[in-house]
């Protein structure tokens, strides 16, 4: 039996010298340290052995396996760290690589500015609706009949508004006061809502003046609204807009669905007031018009015009934000130059 067991080590120990990696550690350990390995099977079969040899075979067994487990443990020690430094070299990562940039998108400034300002009149308790409810593709009677236009009006020639080629009646809207009529048909008064969105007219187009922009309607209807909530609502909007230090005027105009009719301008962004190409000289530009809402108006859409009164205002987004921003030319809203929007 001792033989055996030496025998068995000799065979092992060889073994050993010819294993490459930790596979064949592996085979090894089934082979000679395995619960069903020769070893093994001698250590359980001691019982059938005289008495007196048990203590000595069991102790040899018990050394040569310990001795066998232990070299195989530094193989595979051995192994690990030759088959690491493989697989590391093999899937190497050079972190001082730089990474892949990845742009960031932005919002619009046209966007960003309807944003701001709809938050401003959300805080002076005006609610949005949205183009659902006062669509881009209108038709006259929203876009001008019920806003008092009348029908010889310039605005209405071809030249000014898009119509649809297959409807006459069906026309780009021009402005968003049809948004006015929406919602004064759409529900009773009280009444205080903006509605923000484009608006289409034929224009030349030049650094002034895009076939495309934006306007921001807004209309206050309830009973004793006066010309002077116009002025406290308007004047609190542009100073918080564009700051309290930013000069502003109000000037006597005329709108057919309103009366009276003002429009309000900042002073010029370019030239300080002074006069420049931009403001025409004058030291002022124009962001909105406004007005009591036109008795013929509320009675139109049948509103008791004894019993309420309103304002409505509508304001040039590109404008808003061109004076906010000093920028000189409404094109570059509409390029998607990169270098253009990834200032704002
Ligand atoms: N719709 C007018 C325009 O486009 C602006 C305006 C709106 C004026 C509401 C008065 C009241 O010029």
Redesign the pocket.
């Given at each position: 039996m001792e033989n055996k067991i030496l025998e068995i080590e000799k065979e092992a120990v060889e073994a050993l010298q010819t294993l490459k990696d930790s596979k064949d550690l592996e085979e090894f350990k089934n082979k000679y340290l395995s619960r069903n390995c020769e070893l093994t099977n001698i250590k359980k079969c001691l019982k059938d052995l005289p008495v007196e040899e048990r203590p000595k075979i069991g102790a040899l067994a018990n050394k040569v396996f310990q001795e066998l487990e232990a070299k195989a443990n530094e193989k595979g020690e051995e192994f690990y760290k030759v088959e690491l430094d493989k697989k590391l070299a093999k899937e190497k990562i050079d972190i001082t690589l730089p990474g892949t940039y990845l742009p960031y998108g932005k919002v619009h400034p046209l966007t960003s500015t309807i944003n701001e300002v709809t938050e401003i009149f959300q805080h002076l308790g005006f609610s949005v609706i949205s183009n659902e409810n006062s669509p881009e593709v209108e038709t006259e009677y929203f876009n001008f009949d019920m806003l008092n236009v009348p029908k010889e009006h310039p605005a209405r020639d071809v030249q000014d508004t898009f119509y649809c080629k297959n409807a006459s009646n069906v026309v780009l809207r021009?402005?968003?006061?049809g948004a006015?009529i929406h919602a004064m048909k759409d529900k009773k008064p009280p009444i205080r809502i903006i509605s923000p969105g484009r608006?289409y007219r034929n224009e030349n187009i030049s650094a002034r003046k895009n076939n495309l922009f934006h306007?921001i309607?807004?209309l206050y209807v309830d009973k004793n609204v006066t010309f002077a909530h116009l002025k406290g609502v308007l004047n609190e909007f542009t100073r918080l807009y564009f700051g309290a230090s930013r000069p502003m005027r109000f000037r006597s105009s005329f709108?057919p669905?309103?009366e009276p009719?003002v429009e309000i301008d900042v002073q010029c962004i370019m030239c300080g007031g002074k006069g420049c190409a931009t403001c025409s000289g004058t030291g002022w530009l124009e962001i909105?018009?406004?007005?009591m809402v036109d008795p013929n108006v509320l009675e139109g859409v049948g509103i008791d015009s004894n019993v309420y009164s309103g304002f409505?205002?509508?304001m040039g987004v590109e404008r808003l934000t061109m004076l906010k921003y000093a920028i000189d030319d409404i094109r570059l809203f509409f390029n998607n130059d990169i270098r253009f929007l990834k200032q704002f």
């Amino acid at each position: 039996m001792e033989n055996k067991i030496l025998e068995i080590e000799k065979e092992a120990v060889e073994a050993l010298q010819t294993l490459k990696d930790s596979k064949d550690l592996e085979e090894f350990k089934n082979k000679y340290l395995s619960r069903n390995c020769e070893l093994t099977n001698i250590k359980k079969c001691l019982k059938d052995l005289p008495v007196e040899e048990r203590p000595k075979i069991g102790a040899l067994a018990n050394k040569v396996f310990q001795e066998l487990e232990a070299k195989a443990n530094e193989k595979g020690e051995e192994f690990y760290k030759v088959e690491l430094d493989k697989k590391l070299a093999k899937e190497k990562i050079d972190i001082t690589l730089p990474g892949t940039y990845l742009p960031y998108g932005k919002v619009h400034p046209l966007t960003s500015t309807i944003n701001e300002v709809t938050e401003i009149f959300q805080h002076l308790g005006f609610s949005v609706i949205s183009n659902e409810n006062s669509p881009e593709v209108e038709t006259e009677y929203f876009n001008f009949d019920m806003l008092n236009v009348p029908k010889e009006h310039p605005a209405r020639d071809v030249q000014d508004t898009f119509y649809c080629k297959n409807a006459s009646n069906v026309v780009l809207r021009s402005q968003t006061s049809g948004a006015q009529i929406h919602a004064m048909k759409d529900k009773k008064p009280p009444i205080r809502i903006i509605s923000p969105g484009r608006v289409y007219r034929n224009e030349n187009i030049s650094a002034r003046k895009n076939n495309l922009f934006h306007q921001i309607e807004g209309l206050y209807v309830d009973k004793n609204v006066t010309f002077a909530h116009l002025k406290g609502v308007l004047n609190e909007f542009t100073r918080l807009y564009f700051g309290a230090s930013r000069p502003m005027r109000f000037r006597s105009s005329f709108f057919p669905f309103t009366e009276p009719s003002v429009e309000i301008d900042v002073q010029c962004i370019m030239c300080g007031g002074k006069g420049c190409a931009t403001c025409s000289g004058t030291g002022w530009l124009e962001i909105l018009g406004a007005g009591m809402v036109d008795p013929n108006v509320l009675e139109g859409v049948g509103i008791d015009s004894n019993v309420y009164s309103g304002f409505a205002f509508g304001m040039g987004v590109e404008r808003l934000t061109m004076l906010k921003y000093a920028i000189d030319d409404i094109r570059l809203f509409f390029n998607n130059d990169i270098r253009f929007l990834k200032q704002f």
